[in-house]
């Protein structure tokens, strides 16, 4: 079965400070990850994706199968980063699996 | 382009009644799925319909059930509601289904459910 684990429910940071946010999973096949984004009073939405190596917002994500990882990065944090960040794993045909959820307060 | 639309937003039943969520998908997309997201953790699959038939089920019983219609717009009835069954109720629509997809999910603001 899969399964996706983010250990830290809040993260702090103090604005242009880096922000990590971890992301290990679990799948037997191969995986698709995802970070999903919520900003307050918005719905959720895509932030990034493996496949496609972008960066978004100053976000990167790089997937490390042998780690079985996926963590979130951006080197210098802005107020507007504040948000609830899911990371996902699709296990085909776009059904996914969320992980808890990182609450990321930035810090003025 | 229209987005994801829910209803109702709020409601508030009793133990062992049965309730019936809506969603209208965005325009374009023939896949609709639908996750529960309790307090505190992240949304959870429920099923999956595509072109009006389930493509999928996670961990859940029976009296969850679904349908999805010819404009793919879809609903999401759960019978004989428990108290854990309180929750925010996620529809997500996308294109893909049988061919695959690219995993991006559009959502909607969800209907939070009330089991008391």
């Known amino acids: 079965a899969q399964r996706v684990t983010q250990p830290e429910k809040l993260l702090s940071v103090f604005k242009g400070a880096p922000v990590e946010l971890k992301c290990n999973y679990s799948?037997?096949?191969?995986?698709?990850l995802f970070w999903y984004v919520q900003y307050s009073r918005q719905r959720l939405q895509l932030l990034l994706r493996h496949i496609s190596r972008e960066s978004i917002k100053g976000f990167t994500a790089d997937l490390n199968k042998g780690e079985t990882s996926f963590h979130l990065k951006k080197p210098f944090a802005q107020e507007e980063d504040s948000a609830m960040y899911y990371c996902a794993l699709s296990y085909g045909n776009n059904r996914l699996a969320f992980g808890k959820g990182n609450q990321v307060v930035v810090i003025p | 382009e229209t987005g994801v639309t829910q209803s109702p937003t709020h409601l508030i039943k009793t133990r062992g009644q049965q309730v019936t969520l809506r969603c209208s998908s965005q325009s374009g997309h023939n896949t609709v799925s639908w996750y529960q997201q309790a307090l505190g953790q992240g949304p959870q699959f429920i099923f999956q319909y595509y072109r009006e038939e389930e493509n999928g089920r996670g961990n859940f019983p029976p009296r969850f059930s679904g349908l999805q219609f010819p404009n793919y717009s879809s609903e999401l009835n759960v019978n004989a509601l428990e108290l854990d069954d309180s929750a925010l109720y996620l529809c997500?629509?996308?294109?893909?289904?049988?061919?695959?997809?690219?995993?991006?999910?559009?959502f909607g603001e969800g209907s939070r459910l009330t089991v008391l």
């Open positions: 799948y037997s096949g191969s995986p698709e």
């Open positions: 997500a629509s996308s294109l893909g289904g049988t061919a695959g997809g690219t995993g991006e999910l559009f």
